[in-house]
Antibody
């Protein structure tokens, strides 16, 4: 069965970076794009960007352009999301979400989420 | 591009039907039949309940249905049940590589 297992909670200081992981299993890793979504406490969902696990190419929301980098490791079936220059507003749960296929804009499986707390 | 617009809250009694709207623009909702809806219970990850405007994933109750007219998409839940109490989010493709979400709607079952 398809599973997306994310890394654990992180606490970071303002200005620092955080790198989260999302390990996929139960399907062929390179056949589905992977997205990242941010959800601040009590707030809505916010799309951050997408990575093509086959080629490694990524596209980012303008909101996060310049601060976010998405990468993948095909040998372990893992995608990573690194967010830099953290500020208090980045305190949120970050989800990885599998797209239904290549260049498909809906998400059929989600990770469990990883809470990032940014605090001095 | 701005987020899609949803009502902050809706409510209904068990057995009633409720509809949640999702308003975008001619660049996103109005231009693509690529609207999805997600259900999120507190502390849980979102779950896909509608994709491509009106298609249901396997295992999703047929009480959930979707539609679209112009720049506004809608989610209808027929015969609301207590277990449907959750937050609901719409999303739309906005042209490569943009994906937009609505602000979310809290459904309260009275």
């Amino acid at each position: 069965q398809v599973q997306l297992v994310q890394s654990g909670a992180e606490v970071k200081k303002p200005g620092a970076s955080v790198k989260l992981s999302c390990k996929a299993s139960g399907y062929i890793f390179t056949t589905n794009y992977m997205h990242w979504v941010r959800q601040a406490p009590g707030q809505g969902l916010e799309w951050m960007g997408v990575i093509n696990p086959s080629s490694g190419s990524a596209s980012y929301s303008q909101e996060f352009q310049g601060r976010v980098t998405m990468t993948r490791d095909t040998s372990t079936g893992t995608v990573y999301m690194e967010l830099s220059s953290l500020r208090s507003e980045d305190t949120a749960v970050f989800y990885c979400a599998r797209a239904c296929g290549v260049d498909c804009p809906h998400f059929d499986y989600w990770g469990q989420g990883a809470l990032v707390t940014v605090s001095s | 591009q701005s987020a899609l617009t949803q009502p902050a809250s809706v409510s209904g009694s068990p057995g009633q039907s409720i509809t949640i709207s999702c308003t975008g623009t001619s660049s996103d909702v109005g231009n693509y039949n690529l609207v999805s809806w997600y259900q999120q219970h507190p502390g849980k990850a979102p779950k896909l309940i509608i994709y491509e405007v009106n298609k249901r994933p396997s295992g999703v109750s047929n009480r959930f249905s979707g539609s679209k007219s112009g720049n506004t998409a809608s989610l209808t839940i027929s015969g609301v049940q207590a277990e449907d109490e959750a937050d609901y989010y719409c999303s739309s493709y906005g042209g490569s590589p943009t994906l937009l979400f609505g602000g979310g709607t809290k459904l309260t079952v009275l």
